[in-house]
């Protein structure tokens, strides 16, 4: 299980991708991603998901995140991700 770090902003989100990705190119079957540490996100948050689900499906792996807190589901439904990213 890949965990998100707490703070997922902007100012995070290209660290937090690089070193993401890197993890998930040694994932085998499934990427199961943390999403309960977060505790201060913006969009970007939502920008890093979902090209670690692009990277992800392009290695077909199964994808989920885990743990989203309302902040990150209350973004996916407005921004209209919510049914490309299942957050559970």
């Known amino acids: ?44 948050a939502l920008a890093v998901l979902l090209e670690l689900k692009r990277q992800a499906s392009a290695r077909s792996l199964r994808f989920e995140v885990r743990g989203a807190p309302a902040r990150l589901q209350d973004l996916a439904r407005l921004y209209g991700v919510q049914e490309l990213l299942v957050l559970s």
């Open 1 to 44: 299980m890949l965990a998100l770090p707490a703070q997922l902003t902007l100012r995070e989100a290209r660290q937090t991708l690089a070193a993401l990705s890197g993890a998930l190119a040694a994932e085998q079957g499934e990427a199961v991603i943390d999403a309960s540490p977060l505790t201060q996100i913006d969009s970007s």
